[in-house]
Protein backbone atom coordinates (compact mmCIF):
# COMPACT_ATOMS: atom_id res chain seq x y z
CA UNK A 1 0.00 0.00 0.00
CA UNK A 2 1.04 3.63 -0.57
CA UNK A 3 -0.50 5.95 1.41
CA UNK A 4 -0.20 9.58 -0.08
CA UNK A 5 -3.26 11.19 2.20
CA UNK A 6 -1.46 12.49 5.37
CA UNK A 7 -2.69 15.85 5.50
CA UNK A 8 -6.16 14.05 6.31
CA UNK A 9 -5.07 11.60 8.72
CA UNK A 10 -1.81 9.64 9.70
CA UNK A 11 -1.28 6.09 10.60
CA UNK A 12 0.16 6.52 14.83
CA UNK A 13 3.09 5.92 15.59
CA UNK A 14 3.51 2.50 17.62
CA UNK A 15 4.63 4.85 20.57
CA UNK A 16 1.98 6.55 20.88
CA UNK A 17 -0.79 3.62 21.03
CA UNK A 18 1.24 1.95 23.17
CA UNK A 19 1.05 5.05 25.66
CA UNK A 20 -2.63 5.16 25.19
CA UNK A 21 -3.55 1.88 26.06
CA UNK A 22 -1.01 2.07 29.37
CA UNK A 23 -2.86 5.08 30.54
CA UNK A 24 -6.32 3.46 29.86
CA UNK A 25 -4.98 0.53 31.42
CA UNK A 26 -3.20 2.04 34.90
CA UNK A 27 -4.29 5.59 34.98
CA UNK A 28 -8.15 5.34 34.51
CA UNK A 29 -9.28 7.54 37.37
CA UNK A 30 -10.80 10.45 37.10
CA UNK A 31 -8.05 13.24 37.48
CA UNK A 32 -10.69 15.71 39.37
CA UNK A 33 -11.08 12.88 41.87
CA UNK A 34 -9.46 14.04 45.44
CA UNK A 35 -8.82 9.96 46.44
CA UNK A 36 -5.42 9.09 45.47
CA UNK A 37 -6.22 7.41 42.20
CA UNK A 38 -7.21 10.52 40.96
CA UNK A 39 -4.35 12.64 42.15
CA UNK A 40 -2.00 9.92 40.30
CA UNK A 41 -4.24 10.35 37.01
CA UNK A 42 -3.66 14.13 37.76
CA UNK A 43 -0.35 14.09 38.43
CA UNK A 44 0.33 12.24 35.02
CA UNK A 45 -2.06 15.31 33.32
CA UNK A 46 0.70 18.28 34.94
CA UNK A 47 2.97 16.22 33.41
CA UNK A 48 1.81 16.39 30.22
CA UNK A 49 0.86 19.68 29.86
CA UNK A 50 4.32 20.32 30.94
CA UNK A 51 5.94 18.52 28.56
CA UNK A 52 3.82 20.26 25.84
CA UNK A 53 4.43 23.67 27.18
CA UNK A 54 8.19 22.83 26.76
CA UNK A 55 7.24 21.48 23.02
CA UNK A 56 5.77 24.06 22.12
CA UNK A 57 8.24 26.66 23.72
CA UNK A 58 5.54 28.14 25.95
CA UNK A 59 4.47 28.33 29.62
CA UNK A 60 2.47 25.20 31.12
CA UNK A 61 -0.81 27.40 31.88
CA UNK A 62 -1.37 28.33 28.17
CA UNK A 63 -1.77 25.23 26.90
CA UNK A 64 -5.58 23.57 26.44
CA UNK A 65 -6.13 20.04 25.14
CA UNK A 66 -8.88 19.52 23.45
CA UNK A 67 -10.27 17.15 20.69
CA UNK A 68 -8.71 18.17 17.74
CA UNK A 69 -8.22 20.93 15.31
CA UNK A 70 -12.04 21.71 14.77
CA UNK A 71 -12.34 22.19 18.11
CA UNK A 72 -9.34 24.60 17.89
CA UNK A 73 -9.74 26.72 15.88
CA UNK A 74 -13.83 26.99 17.06
CA UNK A 75 -12.55 27.50 20.73
CA UNK A 76 -10.49 30.55 19.73
CA UNK A 77 -12.37 32.13 17.12
CA UNK A 78 -15.87 32.00 19.02
CA UNK A 79 -13.94 32.43 22.36
CA UNK A 80 -12.41 35.52 21.21
CA UNK A 81 -15.46 37.03 19.49
CA UNK A 82 -17.61 36.20 22.29
CA UNK A 83 -15.95 37.68 24.76
CA UNK A 84 -15.09 41.19 23.38
CA UNK A 85 -17.90 41.75 21.58
CA UNK A 86 -17.92 45.14 23.76
CA UNK A 87 -14.34 46.60 22.25
CA UNK A 88 -15.92 45.15 18.55
CA UNK A 89 -17.09 42.90 16.29
CA UNK A 90 -14.83 42.62 13.13
CA UNK A 91 -12.70 39.69 11.85
CA UNK A 92 -10.36 39.50 9.14
CA UNK A 93 -9.82 35.97 8.18
CA UNK A 94 -8.77 34.60 4.42
CA UNK A 95 -10.76 32.57 1.91
CA UNK A 96 -8.70 30.31 1.94
CA UNK A 97 -8.61 28.76 5.44
CA UNK A 98 -10.04 25.23 6.69
CA UNK A 99 -14.03 24.94 6.86
CA UNK A 100 -13.48 24.89 10.66
CA UNK A 101 -12.28 28.38 10.44
CA UNK A 102 -14.95 29.69 7.13
CA UNK A 103 -17.84 28.09 8.75
CA UNK A 104 -16.83 29.15 12.49
CA UNK A 105 -16.93 32.74 11.28
CA UNK A 106 -19.76 32.17 9.38
CA UNK A 107 -21.98 31.50 12.53
CA UNK A 108 -20.11 34.62 13.72
CA UNK A 109 -22.03 36.49 11.41
CA UNK A 110 -25.69 35.66 12.20
CA UNK A 111 -24.90 37.04 15.55
CA UNK A 112 -24.02 40.27 13.88
CA UNK A 113 -20.40 40.12 13.84
CA UNK A 114 -18.61 41.23 10.55
CA UNK A 115 -15.91 39.39 8.85
CA UNK A 116 -13.64 40.13 5.83
CA UNK A 117 -11.91 37.30 3.95
CA UNK A 118 -9.01 38.36 2.42
CA UNK A 119 -8.16 37.14 -1.16
CA UNK A 120 -5.10 35.53 -1.83
CA UNK A 121 -2.48 36.50 -4.82
CA UNK A 122 -2.07 33.99 -7.76
CA UNK A 123 0.66 31.72 -5.56
CA UNK A 124 -2.13 30.97 -2.69
CA UNK A 125 -0.63 34.04 -0.66
CA UNK A 126 -2.35 36.42 1.26
CA UNK A 127 -0.94 39.71 1.10
CA UNK A 128 0.82 41.50 4.03
CA UNK A 129 -0.13 44.95 3.04
CA UNK A 130 -4.20 43.45 2.50
CA UNK A 131 -4.20 42.57 6.16
CA UNK A 132 -3.23 45.67 7.26
CA UNK A 133 -5.71 47.62 4.99
CA UNK A 134 -8.36 45.49 6.50
CA UNK A 135 -7.96 46.40 10.06
CA UNK A 136 -10.42 48.56 11.42
CA UNK A 137 -11.32 50.29 15.07
CA UNK A 138 -13.76 47.43 15.13
CA UNK A 139 -11.73 44.50 14.54
CA UNK A 140 -10.65 42.35 17.44
CA UNK A 141 -9.60 38.64 15.57
CA UNK A 142 -7.34 37.83 13.00
CA UNK A 143 -7.16 34.49 12.36
CA UNK A 144 -4.63 33.13 9.53
CA UNK A 145 -3.80 29.53 8.85
CA UNK A 146 -0.02 28.80 9.06
CA UNK A 147 -0.28 26.06 6.05
CA UNK A 148 -3.07 25.82 3.33
CA UNK A 149 -4.15 22.21 3.70
CA UNK A 150 -4.71 22.25 0.04
CA UNK A 151 -2.03 23.88 -2.00
CA UNK A 152 0.77 24.13 1.12
CA UNK A 153 1.46 27.39 0.88
CA UNK A 154 2.93 28.94 3.58
CA UNK A 155 1.24 31.96 4.80
CA UNK A 156 3.37 35.18 6.23
CA UNK A 157 1.67 34.94 9.96
CA UNK A 158 5.39 35.67 11.37
CA UNK A 159 5.19 39.39 9.29
CA UNK A 160 1.96 39.60 10.18
CA UNK A 161 1.84 38.63 14.14
CA UNK A 162 4.59 41.40 14.65
CA UNK A 163 2.49 43.84 12.92
CA UNK A 164 -0.32 42.96 15.49
CA UNK A 165 1.80 43.01 18.57
CA UNK A 166 1.78 47.17 17.90
CA UNK A 167 -2.62 46.86 18.04
CA UNK A 168 -2.93 45.12 21.76
CA UNK A 169 -6.48 45.20 21.40
CA UNK A 170 -6.63 42.99 18.24
CA UNK A 171 -5.90 39.07 18.94
CA UNK A 172 -4.25 36.90 16.67
CA UNK A 173 -4.98 33.12 15.82
CA UNK A 174 -3.05 30.80 13.86
CA UNK A 175 -4.65 27.18 12.15
CA UNK A 176 -0.89 25.59 12.89
CA UNK A 177 -2.28 22.56 12.16
CA UNK A 178 -0.53 21.51 8.54
CA UNK A 179 2.51 23.56 9.95
CA UNK A 180 3.32 21.26 13.32
CA UNK A 181 6.12 19.15 12.90
CA UNK A 182 7.12 20.31 9.32
CA UNK A 183 7.07 24.25 9.14
CA UNK A 184 9.09 25.60 12.46
CA UNK A 185 6.37 28.50 13.95
CA UNK A 186 8.13 30.16 17.39
CA UNK A 187 5.58 31.36 19.54
CA UNK A 188 7.61 33.66 21.44
CA UNK A 189 7.91 37.58 19.81
CA UNK A 190 5.61 36.88 16.71
CA UNK A 191 2.32 37.84 18.50
CA UNK A 192 0.38 34.95 18.28
CA UNK A 193 -1.67 34.65 20.66
CA UNK A 194 -3.53 31.81 19.74
CA UNK A 195 -2.79 28.63 17.76
CA UNK A 196 -4.02 25.39 16.78
CA UNK A 197 -2.53 22.19 16.54
CA UNK A 198 -4.19 18.08 15.74
CA UNK A 199 -3.05 15.03 16.89
CA UNK A 200 -4.11 12.88 14.04
CA UNK A 201 -1.83 14.76 11.60
CA UNK A 202 1.56 14.21 13.67
CA UNK A 203 0.76 10.48 13.88
CA UNK A 204 -1.48 10.99 16.86
CA UNK A 205 -4.59 9.39 17.76
CA UNK A 206 -8.11 11.28 15.89
CA UNK A 207 -9.98 13.16 18.84
CA UNK A 208 -6.92 14.70 20.34
CA UNK A 209 -5.20 18.25 19.97
CA UNK A 210 -4.14 21.39 21.82
CA UNK A 211 -4.92 25.15 21.76
CA UNK A 212 -2.43 27.33 22.68
CA UNK A 213 -3.73 30.46 24.35
CA UNK A 214 -1.24 33.38 25.79
CA UNK A 215 -1.50 34.64 29.25
CA UNK A 216 -4.09 36.93 29.66
CA UNK A 217 -6.45 35.85 26.66
CA UNK A 218 -9.64 36.27 27.37
CA UNK A 219 -11.82 33.27 25.75
CA UNK A 220 -15.53 32.51 26.40
CA UNK A 221 -15.84 29.07 26.72
CA UNK A 222 -17.84 26.71 24.00
CA UNK A 223 -18.15 24.15 26.80
CA UNK A 224 -19.06 24.89 30.63
CA UNK A 225 -20.03 22.19 33.56
CA UNK A 226 -16.75 21.46 35.70
CA UNK A 227 -14.88 24.03 34.95
CA UNK A 228 -11.43 21.97 34.28
CA UNK A 229 -8.49 23.19 32.15
CA UNK A 230 -8.22 26.84 33.77
CA UNK A 231 -12.74 27.10 33.08
CA UNK A 232 -11.62 27.13 29.27
CA UNK A 233 -12.94 23.94 28.46
CA UNK A 234 -14.73 22.24 31.05
CA UNK A 235 -15.37 18.33 30.80
CA UNK A 236 -13.32 15.47 32.62
CA UNK A 237 -9.95 15.39 30.41
CA UNK A 238 -9.13 12.58 27.66
CA UNK A 239 -6.08 11.63 29.67
CA UNK A 240 -5.25 8.84 27.73
CA UNK A 241 -5.84 10.88 24.26
CA UNK A 242 -3.14 13.64 26.21
CA UNK A 243 -0.56 11.58 27.17
CA UNK A 244 -0.68 10.06 23.52
CA UNK A 245 -1.19 13.93 21.90
CA UNK A 246 2.40 14.54 23.51
CA UNK A 247 3.83 11.65 22.66
CA UNK A 248 2.96 12.15 19.18
CA UNK A 249 4.51 15.65 19.83
CA UNK A 250 7.76 14.43 21.03
CA UNK A 251 8.09 11.74 18.02
CA UNK A 252 7.55 14.21 15.16
CA UNK A 253 9.72 16.91 16.60
CA UNK A 254 12.30 14.28 16.47
CA UNK A 255 11.65 13.52 12.79
CA UNK A 256 11.31 17.38 12.01
CA UNK A 257 15.05 18.04 13.10
CA UNK A 258 17.10 14.24 12.08
CA UNK A 259 14.90 14.23 8.91
CA UNK A 260 14.60 18.28 7.80
CA UNK A 261 15.44 17.78 4.56
CA UNK A 262 14.16 14.46 3.61
CA UNK A 263 10.51 15.60 2.63
CA UNK A 264 12.12 18.43 0.48
CA UNK A 265 13.90 15.88 -1.17
CA UNK A 266 10.61 13.67 -1.62
CA UNK A 267 8.56 16.89 -3.04
CA UNK A 268 11.22 17.75 -4.98
CA UNK A 269 11.54 14.16 -6.64
CA UNK A 270 7.63 13.90 -6.74
CA UNK A 271 7.67 17.28 -8.55
CA UNK A 272 9.79 16.23 -10.92
CA UNK A 273 8.52 12.96 -12.34
CA UNK A 274 4.52 14.42 -12.28
CA UNK A 275 6.39 17.73 -14.33
CA UNK A 276 7.22 15.13 -17.20
CA UNK A 277 3.81 14.14 -17.76
CA UNK A 278 2.58 16.25 -20.00
CA UNK A 279 -1.22 15.83 -18.90
CA UNK A 280 -0.74 17.13 -15.20
CA UNK A 281 -1.03 20.65 -13.99
CA UNK A 282 1.02 21.37 -10.74
CA UNK A 283 -0.71 24.18 -8.56
CA UNK A 284 1.61 24.14 -5.55
CA UNK A 285 4.45 26.82 -6.13
CA UNK A 286 7.68 25.64 -4.83
CA UNK A 287 9.55 25.82 -1.67
CA UNK A 288 6.48 25.72 -0.20
CA UNK A 289 5.43 23.07 2.83
CA UNK A 290 7.35 20.01 1.75
CA UNK A 291 4.36 17.71 2.54
CA UNK A 292 1.79 18.66 -0.03
CA UNK A 293 1.59 18.59 -3.29
CA UNK A 294 -1.54 19.72 -5.96
CA UNK A 295 -1.96 19.11 -9.27
CA UNK A 296 -4.82 18.92 -11.44
CA UNK A 297 -5.58 16.47 -14.40
CA UNK A 298 -7.99 18.77 -17.00
CA UNK A 299 -10.68 16.62 -18.46
CA UNK A 300 -11.02 13.94 -15.58
CA UNK A 301 -13.11 13.65 -12.76
CA UNK A 302 -11.08 13.75 -9.53
CA UNK A 303 -12.67 10.81 -7.52
CA UNK A 304 -12.27 8.37 -10.96
CA UNK A 305 -8.56 8.93 -10.72
CA UNK A 306 -9.04 8.15 -6.48
CA UNK A 307 -10.88 5.03 -6.97
CA UNK A 308 -8.68 3.58 -9.97
CA UNK A 309 -5.32 4.24 -7.54
CA UNK A 310 -7.55 2.63 -5.02
CA UNK A 311 -7.56 -0.09 -6.93
CA UNK A 312 -3.99 -0.60 -6.94
CA UNK A 313 -3.52 0.39 -3.40
CA UNK A 314 -2.89 3.65 -4.15
CA UNK A 315 -3.86 6.52 -1.85
CA UNK A 316 -4.20 10.11 -2.69
CA UNK A 317 -7.26 12.68 -2.21
CA UNK A 318 -8.98 15.32 -3.97
CA UNK A 319 -9.01 18.25 -1.17
CA UNK A 320 -9.55 18.74 2.71
CA UNK A 321 -11.17 15.74 4.01
CA UNK A 322 -13.74 18.16 5.66
CA UNK A 323 -14.96 18.89 2.18
CA UNK A 324 -13.99 16.11 -0.09
CA UNK A 325 -17.34 14.90 -0.21
CA UNK A 326 -19.16 17.80 -1.32
CA UNK A 327 -18.55 19.61 -4.93
CA UNK A 328 -15.67 18.81 -7.23
CA UNK A 329 -14.73 22.54 -7.48
CA UNK A 330 -12.32 23.42 -4.78
CA UNK A 331 -12.62 26.58 -3.05
CA UNK A 332 -9.26 27.00 -2.44
CA UNK A 333 -7.86 27.04 -6.28
CA UNK A 334 -10.93 29.05 -7.21
CA UNK A 335 -9.60 31.97 -4.75
CA UNK A 336 -6.54 31.40 -6.20
CA UNK A 337 -7.62 32.59 -9.59
CA UNK A 338 -7.00 28.48 -11.68
CA UNK A 339 -9.21 27.83 -14.76
CA UNK A 340 -12.52 26.04 -14.14
CA UNK A 341 -10.75 22.86 -15.61
CA UNK A 342 -8.26 22.97 -12.73
CA UNK A 343 -10.43 23.89 -9.93
CA UNK A 344 -12.72 20.62 -10.72
CA UNK A 345 -10.08 18.44 -11.50
CA UNK A 346 -7.50 19.19 -8.37
CA UNK A 347 -5.62 16.05 -6.37
CA UNK A 348 -3.94 16.33 -3.00
CA UNK A 349 -1.02 14.07 -2.54
CA UNK A 350 0.30 15.07 1.28
CA UNK A 351 3.53 13.13 2.52
CA UNK A 352 5.02 11.93 5.73
CA UNK A 353 8.05 11.20 7.35
CA UNK A 354 7.73 7.50 6.70
CA UNK A 355 7.05 7.59 2.60
CA UNK A 356 10.05 6.44 0.45
CA UNK A 357 11.49 7.32 -3.00
CA UNK A 358 10.25 4.50 -4.46
CA UNK A 359 6.99 5.01 -3.64
CA UNK A 360 6.99 8.43 -5.41
CA UNK A 361 8.37 6.48 -8.00
CA UNK A 362 5.96 3.74 -8.36
CA UNK A 363 2.35 6.17 -7.78
CA UNK A 364 4.12 8.35 -10.61
CA UNK A 365 4.02 5.38 -12.82
CA UNK A 366 0.60 4.40 -11.60
CA UNK A 367 -1.22 7.75 -12.09
CA UNK A 368 -0.12 7.82 -15.72
CA UNK A 369 -1.08 4.45 -16.64
CA UNK A 370 -4.37 5.14 -15.19
CA UNK A 371 -4.91 8.10 -16.83
CA UNK A 372 -3.61 6.50 -20.21
CA UNK A 373 -6.27 3.36 -19.77
CA UNK A 374 -9.01 6.21 -18.88
CA UNK A 375 -8.24 8.36 -21.61
CA UNK A 376 -8.97 5.28 -23.83
CA UNK A 377 -12.30 4.17 -22.30
CA UNK A 378 -13.73 7.65 -22.68
CA UNK A 379 -12.72 7.52 -25.90
Known sequence: MIYFDNSATTKPFPEVLESFLKVSQQFYGNPSSIHRFG????????????????????????????????????????????????????????????????????????????????????????????????ITKETILVSIMHVNNEL????????????????????????????????????NGTGIDLCTVSGHKIHGLKGTGLLYVKKGTKLFPLLHGGNQQSNLRSGTENLAGIVSLVKAMRLITEKSKTHSEYLKEL?????AELLAIS?????????????????????????????????????????????SKKTDES??????????????????????YYNTKEEIELFSRSLQRVVQQLSKVMG
Open 331 to 352: AVLKAVGFSHDRTISALRISLS
Open 39 to 134: IDAENLLRKAQNQASELFGVEQEEIVFTSGGTEGNNMAIKGIALAHQNKGRHIITTEIEHPSVIEACKSLETLGFTVTYLPVDSNGIVKFADVKQA
Open 152 to 187: GTIQPVEAIGKMLKEMPRIYFHVDHVQGYGKIPLDM
Open 279 to 323: FIKINTIEDQAPHILNISIPGYKPEVIIHALGERDIFISTKSACS
Open 267 to 271: NQQLR
